[in-house]
């Protein structure tokens, strides 16, 4: 196709489908279908869930509560954080003052084994910080920090935006769970009610209120399926939440555990090497071929880029197991998090 399309009409087809501007309403279109769907699915609560759920409160003062302090503002503050974490800066390198380049660069320090000194970005030509990253599907940007793009968002997540999209993940598990909750309150209220036939009567809960959903009434087909989509996310959104946390706590993102994974390799194959330069005590981490039986002895490369390096002047040390290295980024979980939800404006 991509041929005959060059041939017939010089490529402006494919320039047409995957050009630039094609792929800008492609990535929105995903947020777009988020609100909508999450307007959708509230627009029914609260016309087929939200009476009987009152119903069955009784009028409690307790529910008022409820509705007015938690549920209101837990909704109110999704759709913020979501906005948030979809518009804002990420954290786009190009943008930094010189002064603002200059304090990133002192607080994220390279630690000599996932990331080194003196390096730019091939694509956009900026001076690399450490944990930046170009984002390969905006193309067109490093970003701070960077943990993933995510679809979801149209957006990079990364050093100035990670607060919000940790929010929106903690909003919509809470949303999820306590929206399935109370349809399955209504549905529980609405069963109490309905006289169900002899043969059903004597099923278990879940297959009187299966019945309840797909026999009965329009009302509660809407709440069975809305309690069943909700009960289906939620576990699956916070799984999503509870690795992010695993990750602060392990002091790393996203996109550094795939590097972490390659230096854990090295260490299981016994190819990573610590090389302390004397006097200067300059640390550098080389790494080797496993096997390595050239007649010249051992040929060790830098691990920053792989070439030759000669071990004269120093300390060699192998690296055994984990305990042997230190991962600067982790400060424990509690200034992690600190540091992911408070960024340095």
Known sequence: MERIDRRLFKGYCSRLIF????????????????????????????????????????????????????????LVLNYWSFAMATLCDAGNISKLSPEKMNLMKQKFKCNGLIFFDGFQCRTC???????????????DRCVLLFDHHCIWLNNDVGYYNYRYFLLFLFEISITLAYGSYLCYVGLCYNLERFQLPPDIQSQYRFKQLWFLMRETSLQNEIMGVLCLLAGILCPL?????????????????????????????????????????????????????????????????????????????????????????????????????????????
């Open 19 to 74: 050009g630039k501007e094609i792929r800008w309403l492609l990535g929105w279109f995903t947020p777009l279908f988020y609100v909508i769907l999450m307007s959708l699915c509230l627009n029914y609560f609260m016309v087929a869930v939200y009476p009987v759920v009152v119903l069955s409160y009784n009028c409690d003062p307790i529910w008022n509560f409820r509705f007015l302090f938690i549920i209101m503002p837990t």
């Open 125 to 139: 030509l900026t001076p690399k910080i450490a944990r930046s990253k170009h984002c390969s599907t905006c193309n």
């Open 237 to 345: 959104v916070a799984m999503f939440l509870f690795e992010h946390l695993w990750y602060i706590y392990l002091g790393v993102t996203t996109n550094e555990a795939l590097k972490w994974d390659y230096i854990r390799q090295l260490i299981e194959y016994k190819v990573l090497f610590k090389f302390t330069k004397l006097p200067s005590n300059e640390e550098v981490f080389l790494m080797t071929e496993p096997d390595d039986t050239s007649e010249l002895g051992v040929v060790f490369k830098r691990l920053s880029n792989d070439e030759p390096f000669r071990v004269v002047s120093g300390k060699l040390d192998r690296i055994e197991s984990w305990d042997d290295l230190d991962n600067i980024y982790d400060n424990g979980f509690w200034k992690n998090l600190h540091e992911r939800m408070f960024p340095v404006m």
